[in-house]
Nanobody, 123 residues
Framework: QVQLVESGGGLVQAGGSLRLSCAAS????????MGWFRQAPGKEREFVAA??????SKYYANSVQGRFTISIDNSKVYLQMNSLEPEDTAVYYC??????????????????WGQGTQVTVSS
């Protein structure tokens, strides 16, 4: 079990940018597949972006491709979000899975989740 803590959410105007961070409490992220998901009000949680445990592959949802970038260092995973749209408004969750399978794009692939951080994009 790994405890994840997200930060960096907030209110931004359409076209703006935010950078989300996720840290694992008390350990490095080495060997973990890391993912970002989001859940808008009244909707199911959906995949946003992921990086596999080998750090060789990154994955993006079609809706964020070209606007969002996932990156990672030894202790944190980041989600750089540019050209934000009102449709990006959601609670964003960080997820981790030790030596996770690929492609790591479904909720069922992950057993460790953060509490989420709210992102609100105004029009």
């Amino acid at each position: 079990q790994v405890q994840l803590v997200e930060s960096g959410g907030g209110l931004v105007q359409a076209g703006g940018s935010l950078r989300l961070s996720c840290a694992a409490s008390g350990r490095t992220l080495s060997g973990y597949t890391m993912g970002w998901f989001r859940q808008a009000p009244g909707k199911e949680r959906e995949f946003v972006a992921a990086i596999d445990w080998s750090r060789n592959s990154k994955y993006y949802a079609n809706s964020v491709q070209g606007r969002f970038t996932i990156s990672i260092d030894n202790s944190k995973v980041y989600l750089q979000m540019n050209s934000l749209e009102p449709e990006d408004t959601a609670v964003y969750y960080c997820a981790a899975e030790r030596f996770g399978r690929s492609p790591p794009t479904t909720i069922d692939e992950y057993h460790n989740w953060g509490q989420g951080t709210q992102v609100t994009v105004s029009s």
